[in-house]
């Protein structure tokens, strides 16, 4: 049953992102991808916001999962997510991020996986 949920997740996710990619390709910029900072964040639906977390959160959970199946240590990075948001829901996590970025309008040009990890998971890692 968790298997079938995995996998399920995992299909979801792809989907998103293939769906994405033809409306992306007309507003090409010589950026395509454009770093996740406050600045975007906060101008980003809800919607949106889950939609990040999700994608980067199963990827995330995807690569720890094989790599345990191969007995191979994650990465820092994976274990941390997978450790340290554990009992967040993405609501929980993306209201932190928004509570971040409000306190701190002077950091919006910091990467949101850098605000995760240095404000959300490294304090939780150090209890």
């Not at 994608?55 to 994976?78: M, N, T």
């Not at 609501?91 to 409000?102: G, K």
């Amino acid at each position: 049953m968790k298997i079938r949920h995995f996998v399920f997740t995992f299909l979801l996710a792809a989907l998103f992102c293939i769906w994405s990619i033809p409306s992306n390709a007309q507003n090409a910029t010589s950026h395509p991808a454009p770093d996740v900072d406050g600045v975007v964040w906060m101008k980003s639906s809800d919607l949106e916001k889950k939609a990040f977390l999700f994608g980067a959160g199963s990827a995330l959970v995807l690569e720890y999962h094989l790599r345990e199946k191969h007995s191979q240590e994650p990465s820092k990075l994976v274990i941390g997510w997978v450790d340290g948001l554990k009992d967040m829901s993405w609501s929980d996590l993306s209201n932190a991020i928004d509570a971040y970025y409000r306190a701190n309008p002077d950091k919006m040009q910091r990467d949101v996986f850098d605000v995760i990890w240095h404000e959300i998971i490294a304090p939780k890692r150090k209890n």
